[in-house]
């Protein structure tokens, strides 16, 4: 059984709904987000930046199909029982994505990251990641409300181009240098808070920039995988990965 289903259960007993031993609902969440990002980045390390480039067309073809196809199918099943066609729409968005972190959680502990198929659904769970972005600028629309769409979603792609080949010129020229020389110092804590300094702010930029921390850190990790002290920082990551994540499930499993 997977450990996903302890950490529900875990959060379904001691939330509200069950014991209610955790009332720090708000600090939960905290850790929580900080968890969905340290996994997103521990992805990003175990990838490259070549594997990315290699499934580009899973993340535009296959992407594209899956939200498109779920989005289409959601919106005639919600006109069918009678709902409006903002309404429609507004339930396909939700309805086409998936949690990035549970996915990936279940690929990783069953080891299929680097499989076909786990490459695939990495590339959708990408693509999601990026298209919500106009989701989320589309929906004021939806509810009737005038929006500044046709100006704000070319400055949005333009910084995520933007952002793209700050990630590619880092990765390639910057941040294996300043690996180096920190591995030098001969420092585990210098060389382990230099990494998590890395992800939190490309996270952060990211997040400014209207985007997913989540996609931030995946981002952030990939600057770090082109260096060969990748797997250094890989193991001295995933302790913290694993403690931060399971908050994440737990609190999940409090709003059962």
């Known amino acids: 059984m997977p ?8 959060g379904l007993l001691a939330g509200p709904h069950g014991l209610g031993l955790i009332t720090a ?11 969905v990002v340290m996994l997103l980045f521990t992805i990003g390390i175990e990838f490259s930046l070549r594997d990315f480039i290699r499934i580009k067309r899973a993340v535009l073809m296959g992407g594209s199909f899956q939200v498109l196809l779920t989005l289409a199918a959601t919106f005639l099943f919600s006109r069918h029982f009678g709902y409006g ?24 502990e069953r080891a299929e990251i680097e499989s076909p198929h786990g490459q695939t659904t990495l590339g959708i769970l990408i693509y999601q ?6 989701m989320i600028l589309l929906t004021p629309l939806l509810a009737g409300k005038a929006g500044d769409f046709s100006t704000s979603l070319p ?13 590619i010129l880092s990765a390639e020229y910057v941040v294996p240098k300043i690996l180096y020389y920190i591995a030098r110092t001969r420092s585990r804590e210098l060389f ?4 998590v300094v890395m992800c939190l702010a490309v996270a952060w930029l990211t997040h400014s920039m209207k985007l997913s921390l989540a996609l931030g850190a995946f981002l952030a990790g990939l600057t770090i995988s082109e260096s060969e002290y ?25 709003l059962l």
Do not use: C, W, Y
């Open 3 to 10: 450990t996903i289903v302890g950490f529900l259960l875990t």
């Open 25 to 35: 609902d708000k600090e939960v969440e905290v850790l929580a987000e900080i968890g």
């Open 85 to 108: 066609l903002g309404e429609s729409v507004f339930a396909g968005f939700l309805v086409a994505l998936s949690s990035t972190a549970i996915v990936l959680k279940l690929l990783q």
């Open 129 to 134: 990641d990026i298209i919500i972005v106009p």
């Open 155 to 167: 400055l949005l792609l333009a910084k995520g181009i933007g952002i793209i080949v700050l990630v």
């Open 192 to 195: 382990l808070l230099s990494i």
């Open 230 to 254: 990748s797997h250094q920082a890989l193991s001295n990551i995933i302790p913290f990965r694993d403690l931060f994540t399971s908050f994440f499930f737990i609190s999940i499993g409090m």
